[in-house]
C-alpha cells in the first residue's frame, strides 16, 4: 500500500442477513411482476428483509461482531461503517455501532458512497493503516434499502433485499496474504440523477415545503445505470489489477457489488475472463447496497470458491455515481455468516 512496506491485511471477514425472506413469488403475490421475470433479468430469486422496527445498525453489529470473531479481535482504532441507510439523519450510524459492540472510544464514522460504499470504507480505513495513524480497523457495509423503497415500485422492489457484510484490518507487510495492494476509486456527480432519493436533505428541506411523497422514495434509471456500471466496473477491475502488478487474466476471482447476474456477465466479457471467476450470491440475497461486497465474499469463502492464495479483486459500482476496487490475495481467514442464511 506505501512504499515503506506497511499495508492494512484482512484478518477477519464476517456477514449477516435478517431472518426474513421474501422470495419472488410472495412479491409476484403483492405487485404486477412475476418469479420468472425476476428472475430472467436479474438472477435474482429471494432477498432478505428486516422486520419492523428493526434498523441498519442492529445488521451491521452482527456482521460487525462475526468479523471480529473471525479474526479474533476484541478492539478496533476505527469503525467505519458503510450505508446509505443510516438508522438516523443524525448523527452517523458507526458511534452506534462501535459502542453496542464494545469499541467504545474507537474513530467511529459512516461512509456515503451507495454500493460502492464498501470498497470506498476499505479504502479509508485502508490509508490510517498503512499510514500509521491506526493499527486496525472494522470495515462494516450495511444498508436496509427495503426501508427507501416505495411499496408499489415493481423495479426496486424485486432487485434491493437487507443484510450486512464486515472485514477486519490490522496494520502488517505488504507481503502478507490479505494486504489490500491496489486501490481505484472515481466518480461522476453530473451523472448523480440516476440513483436518487429526491427529499429528506438540506436541499429539499431548506425549501420549507413538505417533502412529496413520491420524492422520499429510491428512483434509479435502470438501462442507464446497467450500463455505466459494466463500463466503470470493467475499467475499475483493470485498473487495480494493474496497480496490483497482475495482468487481468491472473486474476482468479473478481467478488463485484451484486447489482444483476447480467451485469456480472457483461463485466466478464468485457474484461475477458471466464465467468466461473465471478462469484455469485445475488440469487439468494439480491442487491444489499453496502453490504454486498462482503456478502458475497463471506459466501464465496464458506462454498470453497474463494480459496487463501487467490489473486482477488473485490469491486463496486453505484450512485453518485462512484466506483472503485481493491485487490488482495485471500488470506487464510475463515468466514463467519449467519446460520439461516445466505449459503442454503
Ligand atoms: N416485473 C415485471 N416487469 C418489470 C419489472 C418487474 N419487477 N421491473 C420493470 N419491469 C418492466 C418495465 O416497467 C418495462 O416495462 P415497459 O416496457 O412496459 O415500460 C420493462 O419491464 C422493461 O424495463 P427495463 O427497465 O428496460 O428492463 P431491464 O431489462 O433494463 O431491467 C433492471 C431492469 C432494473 C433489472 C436493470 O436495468 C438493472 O438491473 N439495472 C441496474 C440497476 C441496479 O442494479 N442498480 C443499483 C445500483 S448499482
Not at 481493491?326 to 449467519?338: K, M, N, S, T
Request: with cysteine; proline share 5%.
Amino acid at each position: 500500500m506505501n512504499d515503506i512496506g506497511r499495508a492494512a491485511v484482512v484478518t477477519g471477514l464476517g456477514a449477516w442477513v435478517p431472518p426474513t425472506v421474501l422470495t419472488n413469488e410472495e412479491l409476484a403475490g403483492r405487485l404486477d411482476t412475476s418469479d420468472e421475470w425476476i428472475r430472467s433479468r436479474t438472477g435474482i430469486r429471494r432477498r432478505h428483509v428486516i422486520a419492523p422496527g428493526e434498523a441498519t445498525g442492529d445488521l451491521a453489529v452482527e456482521a460487525g461482531k462475526r468479523a471480529l470473531k473471525s479474526a479474533g479481535a476484541s478492539s478496533a482504532d476505527v469503525v467505519v461503517v458503510a450505508t446509505s441507510t443510516p438508522d438516523h439523519p443524525c448523527p452517523a450510524t458507526a458511534p452506534d455501532v462501535a459502542d453496542r459492540l464494545g469499541l467504545t472510544g474507537a474513530a467511529a464514522f459512516d461512509i456515503a458512497a451507495v454500493c460502492t460504499g464498501f470498497v470506498y470504507a476499505l479504502g479509508t480505513a485502508a490509508g490510517l493503516i498503512a499510514s500509521g495513524f491506526a493499527q486496525s480497523a472494522l470495515v462494516i457495509g450495511a444498508d436496509t434499502f427495503s426501508t427507501i423503497l416505495a411499496p408499489g415500485d415493481r423495479t426496486t422492489r424485486a432487485i434491493f433485499g437487507d443484510g450486512a457484510g464486515a472485514v477486519y484490518l490490522r496494520a502488517g507487510s505488504a507481503a502478507e496474504p490479505g494486504a489490500l495492494m491496489g486501490l481505484h476509486l472515481g466518480s461522476d456527480g453530473s451523472r448523480r440523477d440516476l440513483i436518487e432519493v429526491r427529499a429528506g436533505g438540506s436541499r429539499q428541506r431548506s425549501t420549507g415545503l413538505p417533502a412529496e411523497e413520491a420524492d422520499t422514495y429510491f428512483t434509479m434509471a435502470g438501462r442507464a445505470v446497467f450500463s455505466q456500471a459494466v463500463r466503470n466496473m470493467a475499467a475499475s477491475v483493470r485498473s487495480t489489477a494493474r496497480l496490483a502488478g497482475w495482468d487481468t487474466e491472473d486474476v482468479d476471482r473478481v467478488v463485484l457489488h451484486q447489482a444483476n447476474a447480467r451485469i456480472l456477465a457483461a463485466v466478464a466479457d468485457q474484461i475477458d475472463l471466464p465467468a466461473d471467476r465471478f462469484p455469485s450470491n445475488i440469487d439468494r440475497v439480491g442487491n444489499t447496497v453496502a453490504a454486498s461486497i462482503p456478502l458475497a465474499l463471506a459466501d464465496a469463502c464458506a462454498a470453497g470458491d474463494v480459496r487463501p492464495g487467490q489473486r482477488v479483486v473485490l469491486g463496486g459500482f453505484g450512485g453518485g455515481l462512484t466506483w472503485g476496487s481493491v485487490a488482495l490475495v485471500w488470506p487464510d481467514v475463515p468466514a463467519v455468516g449467519p446460520d439461516h442464511a445466505p449459503g442454503s
